[in-house]
């Protein structure tokens, strides 16, 4: 029988190495979750059913409980509440994790409740924006639909009717029209929308808006559930869609 060459030799062993560190760092991941898990138990009951993720960082844990976002050692002893980088990618890990939750709670809500402008041919992007109608900075960007339109995107519109009560009936009768989007693109324009009530899902937006923390519009999310906090123009928000 013909002996293994050296070089064969060393490949093999090599991959057994690495198959090993492998399982081994495989199951230390799940022994450290489960560690925390159990301390957590303890310590936080309330965040016992927490999602537990690893980090990059030895020994330091995401911990998702309901929409807030903390990292906590092993042993749940220490915890840190804050935005953690990886400078090398220049990423803000912590945004990822929230953009997640953001995504979750829109898919709660259902595209069916609400109002969608859909591009003239293939939808290459989606984007969600948080809107109050008597908003200037909203009414800008309303302004640049048709940029949206014309390059593939889809815009979701969202309200939040910050502006007290007559902001509030008119997203109602906006909804409530038997063409949204006329009546949408008069309201923006400063037009008087006939009044109508109707069921509606404005208070389910304008809890959404208070669970995601958004305290002003516009507010732009993008399909990767990053946020864009204000007024953003059509050119840079669709430059960042497609360099995705």
């Known amino acids: 029988m013909k002996l293994l060459s050296k070089s064969l030799l060393a490949l093999i062993t090599w991959v057994m190495v690495l198959s090993l560190s492998t399982i081994t760092t495989s199951y230390a991941n799940e022994a450290g979750i489960k560690e925390l898990r159990g301390a957590l138990a303890k310590r936080m009951p309330t965040a016992a059913n927490a999602s537990i993720k690893i980090t990059p960082v030895a020994g330091l844990y995401e911990v998702m409980a309901g929409k807030q976002i903390l990292y906590m050692s092993q042993d749940a002893r220490y915890i840190f509440d804050g935005d953690l980088y990886d400078m090398n990618f220049r990423q803000n ?13 829109l898919d709660n ?41 014309k390059n593939g995107i889809k ?3 969202i309200f939040v009717p910050f502006k007290g009560p007559k902001s509030v009936q008119t997203s109602i009768s906006v909804w409530c029209a ?45 399909e990767s559930g990053v946020m864009m906090p204000g007024y953003v123009p059509s050119t840079k928000v669709i430059e960042q869609l497609n360099a995705k």
Not at 95 to 104: K, T
């Open 93 to 105: 890990l912590t945004e990822n994790a929230r953009g997640a939750i953001r995504l979750q709670a």
């Open 109 to 149: 809500l259902g595209e069916e409740n609400m109002l969608v402008y859909m591009p003239t041919g293939e939808v290459k992007h989606t984007i969600t924006v948080f809107t109050d109608i008597y908003c200037p900075y909203c009414q800008k960007l309303h302004d640049e639909m048709a940029d949206y339109q």
């Open 155 to 157: 815009v979701r519109y």
């Open 178 to 222: 038997k063409d949204r989007n006329k009546a949408m693109d008069l309201a923006k324009k400063g037009g008087k929308v006939e009044e109508k009530t109707c069921d509606n899902p404005i208070s389910k937006h304008q809890a959404l808006a208070a669970e995601l923390g958004i305290r002003g519009t516009p507010a732009i999310m993008l």
